[in-house]
């Protein structure tokens, strides 16, 4: 047995020849920069999303940094995202020598709480990044009427939730990244909607900020060799858009097979007393990009040596708090601010989530867990 986290290669073979003739068709046709599969990914994405703009970039991190650019911070103005998240979304923060301000997450969904943000708030601060992690949204209601009420901007990282639907207390659904001012993905190929190798996209509805971050992704240009601001270089090669043109119209499958594994290994562990099974939010659907379980007075070391004993791939998302990573030590955060965080990072182990996952594989792998138990 040898099962991976990630099965991109069985995921590959199910669309191998449209895949394969499409790449060699920009090949053949040499459109690799701003080729026409650029323009039509940017039009049917925007139509998935139901959001007015879609500004595709060179990956996730990029798209981070430039909408913090397109927004015009200041050095030293404060943004607030989680403590418990990939590293990108902070570390641009930190990049653009704006400051990070991490706090503490929800301990049974791993999501940044409004509570925090709105504690943390203090007349620096400028924007917030509630970060979707491992598929489920943040509290959108609550964190849009924070941003209302101090003036600040809201950039969702919908890095790990695309396609996620969250549905508000007002009675609307939106997907996550569409809610705030701008959104912004990964297509890192392990992703939701990843394509094969490295790219990003921007969301927004607003058509000012869609000019702005057009204008950053373009070394700050709208016609060619004038530049109106600083900005970068980050696109989306054609090549990479041919493939998402392929995969975006099976998201909703791949969502609902990763939704479904999840429902087998819930139903699994249910009675077993050393796990806690990932706990849905009531307002947002969950795609599921990590099934990440909490473990209880469980040796997670020995229990990951004993799956890979069986063949079992088991990864831990994250093992150290942003607050505690060496890239922050200059910052001095106050350590005490994160229990929940400090808590997780100790007892939290992802199991094998793909869209490729059958029964018998997903029997052998929650029996293999449960076996480590007896
Ligand atoms: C939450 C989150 N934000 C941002 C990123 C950055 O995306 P990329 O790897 O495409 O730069 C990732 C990627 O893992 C992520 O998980």
């Not at 001095?332 to 490729?356: G, H, I, R, Y």
């Amino acid at each position: 047995m040898n099962i991976p986290m990630v099965d991109l290669k069985s995921q590959y073979l199910k669309i191998k020849s449209e895949v394969d003739e499409k790449i060699m068709k920009v090949i053949s046709n040499t459109e690799f920069i701003n080729g026409t599969d650029v323009k039509e990914f940017k039009a049917e994405l925007a139509a998935y999303l139901n959001v007015k703009h879609v500004i595709p970039c060179g990956n996730g991190t990029d798209a981070l940094q430039i909408a913090m650019m397109a927004l015009g911070l200041n050095p030293g103005d404060e943004v607030i995202s989680s403590d418990f998240t990939f590293i990108a979304t902070v570390e641009t923060i930190a990049l653009l020598k704006l400051v990070p301000v991490m706090v503490d997450v929800d301990p049974e969904t791993f999501i940044i709480t409004p509570e925090a943000i709105e504690k943390a708030i203090t007349p620096k601060t400028k924007a917030i990044i509630p970060v979707h992690l491992f598929g489920q949204c943040a509290d959108m209601d609550r964190i849009m009427e924070i941003a209302e009420k101090y003036n600040l901007y809201v950039i969702e990282d919908t890095a790990q939730a695309i396609g996620s639907d969250f549905t508000s207390e007002k009675g609307w659904t939106k997907k996550a990244g569409t809610i705030g001012h701008i959104g912004c993905t990964s297509f890192f190929p392990s992703k939701n909607l990843g394509c094969y190798g490295d790219d990003g996209a921007i969301f927004t509805n607003d058509d000012d900020l869609n000019e702005k971050i057009s204008s950053v992704v373009n070394h700050g240009m709208k016609v060619r060799y004038y530049h109106d601001r600083i900005g970068v270089n980050s696109r989306l090669d054609t090549i990479q858009a041919a493939v998402l043109r392929i995969k975006l119209p099976h998201l909703d499958e791949y969502n609902a097979a990763r939704r479904a594994a999840a429902d087998y290994y819930d139903r699994a562990f249910q009675n077993c007393d050393k796990i806690v099974t990932p706990v849905r939010f009531n307002k947002s659907t969950h795609t599921f990009h990590q099934y990440t379980l909490i473990l209880k007075d469980v040796d997670r070391a020995a229990l990951q040596e004993y799956l890979k004993e069986k063949g079992v791939s088991s990864a831990v998302y994250y093992p150290v708090a942003l607050h505690n990573q060496k890239a922050f030590q200059g910052y001095n955060f106050n350590t005490a601010n994160f229990p929940v965080t400090d808590k997780l990072c100790e007892t939290v182990l992802s199991l094998p989530m793909n869209t490729e996952l059958d029964n018998d594989t997903l029997k052998y792998i929650t029996d293999s867990v449960l076996e480590f138990f007896v």
